[in-house]
């Protein structure tokens, strides 16, 4: 046995010296190449030790022969124990790869294959990411994409299977010295010239320049014949040759490789390979990159001297609630078609846009999918509330310099500004963002407030304004369907068929509609501020009523202590909505604060809120100062677990930000109550 020395054994495991089967391992056959050692194939398409006609048969001692596989190792340990050669049996962990549907070890099997020169196509997928005609975002994907590329090694692109493109190779027997070529048609493995083109016409014509020969036959031809002494019997030619096809088919990932210009009809010049190549964008995973990414840039720039997509973009891996990648082993996989059934198909993909940040994972989570099925609810019910309305009778258009209301003039601009933070995540592939502002939109701005806020408008006597928020109420309905129609499909398009029922006939389908793109005529900055003021002014007065555990059936007065003019005006303009929304019994005005009124600050005016007829002050006080107590307890066991150098260390990212956004939170709930007790402490003072 020849002894070699070589970089790649480990020294520090075992003996420190190893076997090497240069036809059995990958890494051993580079070490047998750079030692030049001899490669011997000692086992059979089964996996068994070879026996008979086999070319390494002779270098296998004759007990072995025939044996399977485990069989032969079990024997070859027990022939070194037998011997007492056997110094010691480590239990090891190692990497095997099993077949998928029979679950057996698979062995390393060297044989014949076609290989690509992958390091020569690769130089100009290289360049193309360098000089910016395709980029990855996130940007840090370009690395992976380089180490991959700049080490690659030739592509082994022949599989032995039964279906797929057939290896583009036809063989014919190897010419005598008489040049009778008819004596070769049993075809052997070893003893054929291969014929590489790319159509079988053009096989048979390399054929017949190289036999010298008019009768070449391709596969086909002879499908109802065995033998060569029956071909002879039927075309009656004393000198003809038969070509056979390679039964092997090309690596999937090489024909998925030509999957950007060959489903547009290449190789021909089709008006739809012109249209659509190269394509725009491709959305992949990260694990794919070098196996389906770098080939479709190498085959395309090799085959159409151009990119096959200007921008690759990497979304996130999905993992369960805990982060951990899901499998059916572990038995935390989840079904997509399974919660599609439980919370819609809509529910589930605004779930994925909205966790979907750039560099971060996504862990799924049923509540999460389940409260954006309610989100989809709201936005029916919302619907159907403008429908029962009749805010769905307009033409489409709508000139924002006619709007008179200041709600009407506010949400006109909030659309604005909402469509274009949408486009402009998107764009920017930070769907996420994208999703989360149409969110926050549809649910905070446009429900909640909205239209609460025009229901005076819709139940008064002023049929202009009527009129005007009703259009207006369908012109943002409409835009409201278009902003989610990419995170929502589905009940998107339902209601915008169901909408148009009631007004002018539809334009096609929503899918069909352009996006909206809208100027600074859509913005109103008295109409926000105004807006904004009312929308503040109720806020504040629900969270001082929360914070101060008033009965929810309960409806303090609120006076307002020194407003000026202009206050004043949009208190007279909004008086109705401010009592409806914040639950008061009145509202009014004075110089100063009454008795037994909390105070709070709202611009230039003070909003002073009657409730010491409604509380235990008292009571109220104890209550606060033991939440914030514990808030204390829960703000200093989150500062200790930051500021562990351990715990920083081995949690991961995730984990570490959670925990600094818990305790963001917890002192942003600990100033509010802290206010609230300090005004308490007043009304009891």
């Known amino acids: 046995i020849p002894i070699v020395a070589d970089e790649y054994p480990d020294p520090e495991k075992g003996s420190g ?7 059995h391992d990958f890494n051993d056959y ?22 008979g006609d086999e070319a390494d048969t002779a270098a296998v001692p004759a007990e072995y022969r025939g044996l399977d596989r485990f069989d032969a190792r ?97 063989y014919g027997p190897i010419k005598d010295p008489k040049n009778d070529v008819t004596s070769g048609y049993d075809y052997d493995a070893r003893q054929l010239v291969p014929f590489c083109a790319e159509t079988p016409e053009e096989a ?18 002879t499908d109802a014949f065995n033998t060569h002494a029956e071909l002879q019997h ?24 030509l999957w950007p210009f060959s489903t547009q009809g290449w190789p021909q010049e089709t008006d739809d390979l012109k249209a659509f190549y190269p394509g725009a964008v491709l959305v992949t995973a990260f694990d794919i990159i070098f196996f389906w990414v770098a080939r479709m840039m190498m085959q395309g720039l090799h085959f159409m001297g151009e990119v096959p997509f200007k921008d690759v973009y990497i979304h996130a891996l999905v993992l369960d609630e805990k982060g951990q990648k899901m499998s059916k082993s572990k038995g935390n996989a989840k079904d997509p078609l399974d919660l599609i059934d439980t ?34 609810t709201k936005l ?29 003039q506010w949400i006109v601009g909030e659309v604005a500004r909402t469509a274009a933070e949408v486009a402009r995540s998107i764009e920017a592939y930070r769907f996420n963002e994208a999703a989360g502002a149409a969110y926050k939109f549809i649910w905070n701005v446009f429900c909640d407030w909205y239209l609460e806020l025009i229901k005076p408008l819709l139940n008064g006597a002023d049929d202009t304004g009527k009129a005007e928020t009703r259009r207006t109420a369908g012109w943002a309905l409409d835009e409201i369907l278009k902003l989610l129609h990419p995170f929502m499909p589905f009940v998107t398009e339902e209601l915008w068929e169901k909408l148009g029922e009631d007004g002018p006939k539809r334009d096609g389908f929503l899918m069909m509609q352009r996006w909206s793109d809208f100027g600074p005529a859509y913005q109103s900055d008295a109409a926000d501020a105004e807006m904004g ?54 509202l009014f005005e004075q110089d100063s604060v009454p008795a037994g009124a909390v105070s709070l600050v709202q611009d230039e005016a003070t909003l002073a809120l009657k409730v010491s007829d409604l509380i235990e002050p008292a009571e109220e006080i104890k209550r606060l100062t033991k939440r914030i107590a514990g808030l204390d307890k829960d703000i200093g066991g989150i500062e200790k677990k930051l500021g562990n150098e351990k715990f920083l260390a081995k949690a991961p990212p995730e984990i570490v930000e959670e925990q600094r956004e818990r305790k963001a939170e917890a002192e942003a709930v600990r100033a509010k109550l802290a206010s609230a007790l300090e005004q308490l402490q007043r009304l009891v003072d």
Request: with cysteine; proline share 4%; hydrophobic share 40%.
């Open 74 to 170: 079990t024997k070859v340990v027990a022939h070194f124990e037998e011997h007492e050669l056997m110094q010691e049996i480590e239990s090891l962990k190692i990497e095997q790869p099993f077949g998928d549907r029979s679950g057996v070890v698979i062995e390393p099997w060297l044989t014949d294959q076609w290989y690509v020169n992958a390091k020569e196509l690769a130089k100009e997928a290289i360049a193309a990411v360098k000089d910016g005609r395709t980029r990855f975002v996130p940007e840090n994907w370009e690395k992976t994409y380089y180490n991959w590329m700049e080490d690659i090694q030739p592509w082994c692109v022949s599989r032995q299977l039964w279906w797929g493109h057939r290896i583009p190779v036809w």
């Open 533 to 586: 003021w009312v929308i503040e002014v109720i806020s504040e007065i629900r969270a001082a009523r929360g914070d101060l555990n008033v009965p929810a059936g309960a409806k303090p007065g609120l006076a307002i202590v020194n407003a000026s003019p202009g206050t004043q005006k949009r208190v007279a303009r909004h008086r109705e909505v401010i009592q409806r929304m914040a639950r008061l019994d009145s």
């Open 380 to 408: 029916w019910n919302a619907a159907k509330f403008c429908q029962m309305n009749e805010c769905t009778n307009w033409d489409g258009a709508l000139d924002p310099a006619m709007l008179k209301e200041p709600v009407n």
């Open 204 to 221: 048979v014509q390399l054929a017949k320049e190289y036999y010298q020969v008019d009768r070449v036959y391709k596969p086909g031809h």
């Open 343 to 376: 919370y819609g198909a809509d529910a589930l993909r605004f779930f994925l846009a909205r966790q979907a940040a750039q560099g971060r994972n996504i862990r799924l989570s049923e509540k999460g999918i389940e409260g954006y099925r309610n989100f989809a």
């Open 234 to 257: 039927m075309f009656g030619y004393d000198s003809f040759v038969v070509l056979e096809q390679d039964s092997d088919v090309l690596d999937t990932w090489f024909s998925s490789a």
């Open 30 to 51: 580079e070490v047998g190449k750079r030692c030049g050692l001899k490669v011997m194939n000692i086992l059979t398409s089964v996996a068994a030790i070879v026996d």
């Open 17 to 23: 010296a190893v076997k090497i089967t240069p036809a």
